[in-house]
């Protein structure tokens, strides 16, 4: 094994290319990307005028073409052990020269498209902690070379992980986690209902902005199948089922896609994680920079015993708000296997906790704001005005008061915060109930408030921020807070242990 990590060291101690058929990764990527842009090609098409059309599709693939070669011909990657340092060198015309020490590179992801498959690559994605701006992407490599980045990700790990960490994790080489299909079809069918109904609305407004741009004119037919169609009981009913059953047919098929032969294995100082059919993602990654733990299940899971985890890393606000590369997600995961993959992470459990509850004044406040005002102004109105003249309305009233009254309970009921010897817990949730957990010694800094209207009572609200993201807690005892908060702080100043 030292002879192999030698021989890795020595050839990528030098600057490499990537594979010659980066080119048409390039290419294939830049076209996938800017699809819509070929929008402008069906233009002079509805004009008849084909040469036209042609002669802009052939200067389109020419523009793309060249510029894909360019990427790929000024792009080389080498390592510098000796400084611990990844370095990149691209550009023609701005040339950028890149280097990232071996201790910001918190995970290592080795992917397959469709087209990396046809032409039997690998693309590297290598996230480095807190920005965006220094991740990279080499969309082209070979099988071996893939396989030496694994052998890599374990020497860079090897010269920052603590010597107790590589013992206690050793101890579970050769431990692995699996998601079999039939476990994909249940968490298929049983989470992100509101997710998809939620892209498929915004396709939907999409899609009808597109119709304008080209110039088609479908809102007179949209509004007159809309104002003659018979809504009977029936009818909503069969809308309401045609929308179910296509929301359950595309979480299935989605879920089963991305998360397709799932594995999770434990080998050595690193988790390496493995899935998906159309586009398969291999990724290492180190415990040492998981910033949050977080567990989610709505009811119908919990009837099957399953849940989803999501493992956050560190990420900055610009970077989480384009991508999800620094979320983990492990659907389907059992009890004893969500136990399993906390403690290999944590290399511990929880341990007794403090169970705090928030104040009733958080949910009486909810019902007031939420509930009953919005009740009584629209009641207000149908009393005055004959706009809401209509027999439906008092139903629609009641029915809005009862249904956010019973939300606003259920999110009262089930936020809870859990204070550990170790470790901040926070549940909450209405549908879906998250269960957030991080550790106390990576909590970067910690907001403790108390509105003024909550002073009289004791009461305040807690932020804790990490690297990966933050949990806020609201209308809970303050004095207790301060007491959570001194400690947290008196342990991440006293701990000497690193964060990622």
Known sequence: MEDIKASVIERFSN?????????????????????????????????????????????????????SFIKYYYFAYSFDFSKSEFLVNKGFLKKTKLSIPFEKIQQINLNQNLIHKIFDLYEIQMDTAGSSSTEVDIKAVSKKTADDFKIISQIVKKNFDSKSTKKNISESINKSLKINLITLVKAGLTSRYFETLGLITGTTFVLLQYLDDLKIDYADSLKNVLFDTNYTINFILLIVLIIITFVLTLNL??????????????????????FGLIKTRSIILSPLKVQEFRISQNWLQKQIKIREIRINQASSDESSASNNRNTIKVPGCS????????????????GQAIKLKPNIRKFIINFFCFSLTPSLIVTAIYLIFPLLKFSITPFLIIGYLS???????????????????????????????????????????????????????????????????????????????????NNVLFKAEKTSRRWM
């Open 15 to 67: 600057f490499r290319k990537q594979s010659a058929f980066g080119t048409f990764i390039f290419f294939f990527e830049s076209i996938r990307k800017n699809i819509f842009n070929f929008i402008i090609v069906l233009l002079p098409i509805f004009q008849g005028k084909y040469t036209v059309a042609l002669f802009i599709l052939i200067v389109i693939f020419i523009w793309y073409g060249s510029a």
């Open 253 to 274: 098929i989605t879920t089963v896609i991305k998360f397709f032969n799932f594995s999770a294995k434990k080998k050595s100082e690193s988790l390496e994680i493995e």
């Open 335 to 350: 009890l004893d296997q969500k136990n399993e993959l906390f403690e290999f992470i944590y290399q511990k459990k929880t």
């Open 403 to 485: 249904f956010t009254t019973f939300v606003n309970w259920r999110l009262y009921k089930n936020n809870e915060l859990y204070f550990y010897n170790n470790f901040i817990k926070v549940k909450s949730g209405f549908w879906d109930i998250n269960t957030k957990i991080i550790q106390s010694y990576k909590i970067q800094s910690v907001v403790l408030t108390q509105p003024i209207w909550h002073k009289k009572y004791n009461l305040g609200n807690v932020t804790f921020l990490t690297a990966g993201g933050q949990i806020r807690v609201s209308t809970y005892k303050y004095d207790l807070l301060k007491k959570i908060v």
